[in-house]
């Protein structure tokens, strides 16, 4: 059975969604690969012990210039926010952890290591990454969760390979807009990352329109209202046929 996912909506500090999106972007991935590439490796119930950088600071705002929509133009001030894709039934304190997590491992502020019991001990100390940083937290080992990163270890090469290939997906994702717009059904194939020779049901295009549409919406960090108008032009000349 398919796995069922939803596109969320997470309210963070200014500084920590400039942070995710930075290792997302030296990683050649986005915000919900890199949590899901914590969560992959790491229990729910170490993830949970993790500390939650929480909602933003009340005057730490942003300015956002709407895209589309009846209000296209118009200057909104909001809440910072991230835009992830991840199975159903997460709440945003811990994909936010794993966020914090994954910011963590990656600058070596904390690292998982082997204990005598079976397992997890997390070690080392975690500044979130707002400047200036705040006092570090410690996040002190649970005798509890001792030992199980032996095998974890041995399942990263298998999870690494799933994020080369969530990588690779991605990047055919995203299609250069095309100069006249979308005329022919060999275009509109183009647009939904389909071989000219495809001949896709109306099912799997509906799918496959709302995986592109979470990452080509305006309001997507990595949207553009160009390639969301094709999209929606595509998805009419292909329901017609």
Do not use: W
């Amino acid at each position: 059975m398919a796995e069922v996912k939803e596109s969320y909506t997470l309210s963070c500090s200014s500084a920590f969604r400039d942070a995710v999106l930075a290792l997302a972007e030296q990683r050649r991935v986005n915000a919900g690969d890199l949590a899901r590439s914590v969560m992959l490796v790491v229990p729910p119930e170490v993830i949970e012990l993790y500390p939650d950088p929480g909602e933003p600071a009340d005057d730490d705002r942003e300015m956002v210039n709407l895209h589309s929509g009846p209000s296209m133009g118009k200057v909104l001030r909001r809440k910072p926010r991230l835009q992830v894709r991840l199975p159903s039934g997460m709440s945003s304190p811990f994909i936010r952890k794993s966020l914090n997590l994954a910011l963590a491992l990656a600058g070596g502020m904390m690292s998982l290591q082997v204990g005598d019991k079976d397992g997890v001990v997390l070690g080392g100390t975690m500044a979130p990454p707002p400047p200036p940083p705040p006092e570090p937290v410690r996040c002190e080992p649970d005798p509890e969760l001792a030992g199980q990163v032996s095998r974890l270890t041995s399942e990263i090469a298998i999870h690494t390979e799933e994020l080369d290939r969530l990588r690779t997906v991605l990047s055919v994702l995203s299609f250069d807009p095309l100069p006249s717009g979308v005329q022919t059904e060999g275009e509109a194939l183009f647009v939904f990352g389909y071989p000219p020779t495809a001949d896709p049901d109306s099912r799997e295009l509906r799918a496959r329109f709302r995986l592109l549409a979470t990452v080509h919406h305006p309001d997507s960090p990595y949207g553009s209202h160009q390639r969301m108008s094709q999209l929606n032009a595509a998805m009419d000349l292909l329901r017609q046929r």
